[in-house]
Antibody, heavy 117, light 109 residues
Framework: EVQLVESGGGLVQPGGSLRLSCAAS????????MSWVRQAPGKGLEWVSVIYSGGSTYYADSVKGRFTISRHNSKNTLYLQMNSLRAEDTAVYYC???????????WGKGTTVTVSS | EIVLTQSPATLSLSPGERATLSCRASQSVSSYLAWYQQKPGQAPRLLIY???NRATGIPARFSGSGSGTDFTLTISSLEPEDFAVYYCQQRSNWPPGYTFGQGTKLEIK
């Protein structure tokens, strides 16, 4: 069964750091297009970052320079390193897999990040 | 940056009725347009990709059309489980990245 399970969310102070993980099963992370998408409380979906199967990475302007997407092939896991966190980064963070570029056809259940003092 | 604008913001219909949701892009996205459904407390679910292709397991009452800047998601006859929020999403080559529309809430009338 194809599955994604996020972890690593929690409460962090403004300016702090957090690393999210997304463990995949039933498919190979490095062979697909892996994304992070977030949703602030009561708001819509916001794309955060994507790593292509070839290794190229792209970011939304709102997180560029602060967040880093990566993957660990042998652990079949996707990561999102989040630095210099701000209150506006508070959201549910979903990881998602796309078999082709541009789509997200398998989603995890999400992990909640709260940035507050 | 490409902006996606969805309309209407809220659509009130009854089961059995036809739903038509719109998504307009600020510049051409070719056919790189997807639609997702999200129910409260759940992750989004892919419905349509490349403007008109149904994802695996999606019922035939869901269909997508359009290309360039104007796209439509149609639900031919609403079932009770279809009431949810719908998002369109595009992939751009430059600047590279994805964008979501702000969503359309489909509610029971």
């Amino acid at each position: 069964e194809v599955q994604l399970v996020e972890s690593g969310g929690g409460l962090v102070q403004p300016g702090g750091s957090l690393r999210l993980s997304c463990a995949a099963s039933g498919f190979t992370v490095s062979s697909n297009y892996m994304s992070w998408v977030r949703q602030a409380p009561g708001k819509g979906l916001e794309w955060v970052s994507v790593i292509y199967s070839g290794g190229s990475t792209y970011y939304a302007d709102s997180v560029k320079g602060r967040f880093t997407i990566s993957r660990h092939n042998s652990k079949n896991t996707l990561y999102l390193q989040m630095n210099s966190l701000r209150a506006e980064d508070t959201a549910v963070y979903y990881c998602a897999m796309g078999r082709i570029a541009g789509i997200m056809d398998v989603w995890g259940k999400g992990t909640t990040v709260t940035v507050s003092s | 940056e490409i902006v996606l604008t969805q309309s209407p913001a809220t659509l009130s219909l009854s089961p059995g009725e036809r739903a038509t949701l719109s998504c307009r892009a600020s510049q051409s996205v070719s056919s790189y347009l997807a639609w997702y459904q999200q129910k409260p407390g759940q992750a989004p679910r892919l419905l349509i990709y490349d403007a008109s292709n149904r994802a695996t397991g999606i019922p035939a009452r869901f269909s997508g059309s359009g290309s360039g800047t104007d796209f439509t998601l149609t639900i031919s006859s609403l079932e009770p489980e279809d009431f949810a929020v719908y998002y369109c999403q595009q992939r751009s080559n430059w600047p590279p990245g994805y964008t979501f529309g702000q969503g359309t809430k489909l509610e029971i009338k």
